[in-house]
């Protein structure tokens, strides 16, 4: 109890009485420097603590995990490019690499396609924000529970006997036999069983930034297509569709690096088995359970240059939007 008060104590008083000193501190070295040059020294010391925090537990174990790639086991002897020749070689991680290209491709186009569709019906009901509250309440539970919820919609019995899962009930119910949805190799259905749960939790999250893109087009060039003739479909393709497209954007290339990482679906349902395992699963998998950190390593690093671009690309079109403001 004495240990709870204390860290309490820290944290209560503790963090901001630090806080205040550093600023009080950061004020006083700057009035030591000339008039002139305190305007550009003040923004560099305000920001020092994030600078610090950003080496500290970002790029730090960032150049250190890409150190340990480059070494065994032990992570005590180089090897030089032997764990990435590892990665490129194995028949587990080139599948692994293959479901996380899977959930990349089908999971961004589903959540981005569902989330513009229902962004465009949701925006001409009166029930507008009762829909969008419905449809975005999965993306507000966590990715294990969300699993757990699944693993029973996708619940199989033997053909023959009761299904009490409601994937498998309705099936049967158009006269299909059962599915094992979870577990079934053939045409990748285990595969986007599970892709489709990230679909239904994403989904939520496009539509609203998409619905918000949505009603910043201007209903009068909307209505003056009409007027000129143009079909609902023409002033889909035509007009919101190209107005859209920054918005649309942002949202495929943030549901792509959400896909890329993708790894608490994976392991809540199948653990990697039944030919469903992602680069992310392998990566916790080697590192915790056959305790290869260079391997682990290697596969962080790979997973790490995958992201990269697509984060390069969402700070571009950020910059391009800031400069047209």
Known sequence: MDDQLITAAIVVIGVPAALVGYILLTE???QVF?????????????????????????????????????????????????????????????EALRNSVLWVIFMTAGVVGLGLLIAILVDRVRYESVAKTAIFIPLAISFVAAAI??????????????????????????GLGPIDWIRDRSFLIDNFALIFIGVWMWTGFAMVILSAGLKSISTELL????????NEWQV?????????????????????????????????????AFGTDVIARKMVFEMF??????????????????IIPF???????????EALR
């Open 289 to 306: 359970t056959t305790q290869h950190f260079g391997r682990a390593s290697a596969v962080a690093i790979v997973l790490l240059v995958a």
């Open 34 to 94: 000339p008039e002139k040059r305190q305007g550009r020294l003040r923004p560099w010391f305000w920001i020092a603590p994030a600078l610090a925090f950003l080496i500290v537990f970002l790029i730090y174990p960032t150049l250190n995990t890409l150190v340990l790639s480059f070494q065994d086991a032990t992570s005590k002897n180089f090897v030089g490019l032997e764990n990435y020749v590892w990665f490129f070689g194995d028949a587990t991680t080139l």
């Open 149 to 174: 919820i699944w693993k029973f919609m996708y619940e199989y019995r033997p053909p023959g006997t009761t299904q009490i899962g409601t994937v498998n009930t309705i099936v049967g119910l158009i």
């Open 28 to 30: 006083r070295l700057i």
């Open 236 to 272: 889909f393709r035509g007009i919101i569709v190209p107005l859209l497209m920054p918005t649309i954007f942002v949202v495929g290339t943030t549901i792509v690096i959400t896909a890329l990482k993708s790894f608490d679906i994976v392991y809540t349902l199948t653990n990697g």
């Open 311 to 321: 984060m390069a690309i969402n700070i571009r079109r950020f910059r391009e939007q």
């Open 223 to 230: 209505e003056a297509a009409r007027v000129d003739g143009a």
